[in-house]
């Protein structure tokens, strides 16, 4: 249980006194902040709200003028709260929150490529340093070389879309009670990771095209 520094009521760790509004420096997990459910998907819209309503009540403008204690207590609920905003919002940091929060890492083998992108990475890579090898030495085969990496965003973005897919899947998964929990995050971690290697790749190649734009 929790005192509220103002009016002294004891209550469930929460961000805001139920009874005077006070802002309270409680140590909440990231859904509890916002005052959603602990489930992994999220109505965009319910959580804007979440975000702007509490942030303005727990806003430190309003406490300028009170004691220390509770100044102190509303910037800690307003950066507790913003964590939670910034982290819930985006499907894959709020993939990664799940895991933390269930005291599952990321996985030492994260860092190797997921067997299923080896060929691809390696394959674009490659058309990355052929097309790079080729400038101002080969203009012909620069412009085919752009031409293709242009193509291959377009199958690449075909591929996020298709991952995106899979990791929202699995959140329904979950969020529905699965059969398997354990099956569940491993899915989970495999989708977060074949996602962080394709958005990195998908980067490289962005700046290729751009700084084939500005050249
Ligand atoms: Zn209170």
């Keep these: 249980m929790l005192q509220c520094p103002s009016c002294a009521r004891s209550q469930e760790p929460r961000l805001i006194c139920s009874q005077c509004g006070t802002p309270l420096a409680a140590d909440l997990d990231l859904f509890a902040a916002l ?3 602990r489930l992994l998907e999220i109505n965009t819209g319910n959580l ?5 309503e509490l942030g303005r009540r727990i806003h430190p403008d309003r406490f ?5 204690e509770i100044r102190d207590a509303s910037l800690r609920a307003t950066a507790l709260l913003t964590r939670a905003y910034r982290t819930l919002r985006d499907p894959i940091s709020r993939g990664r929150y799940w ?7 990321l996985g030492e083998n994260n860092k190797q490529v997921p067997p ?11 058309k990355l340093s052929d097309w790079r090898a080729a400038h101002g030495e080969d203009e012909a ?6 031409l293709e990496l242009k193509t291959e965003r377009v ?10 897919a899979e990791l929202l899947e699995n959140f329904a998964a979950f969020d529905g009670g699965g059969p398997d929990s354990d099956q ?15 958005q990195t790749l998908v980067r490289d190649v962005d700046r290729a095209l751009e700084d084939s734009a500005v050249g």
């Excluded at 804007?48 to 702007?52: D, G, K, L, P, Q």
């Design 116 to 126: 299923e992108l080896a060929e691809l990475v390696f394959e674009v890579q490659e």
């Design 184 to 198: 569940l995050f491993a899915e989970l971690r495999t989708n977060l990771s074949k996602l962080a290697y394709l």
């Design 141 to 146: 085969g620069f412009r085919d070389g752009l």
């Design 48 to 52: 804007e709200t979440a975000y702007h």
């Design 64 to 68: 300028a003028s009170a004691r220390p």
């Design 99 to 105: 895991l933390e929060l269930h005291g599952h890492k």
């Design 155 to 164: 199958r690449l973005q075909g591929l996020l879309d298709e991952f995106y």
């Design 35 to 37: 005052q959603l459910p």
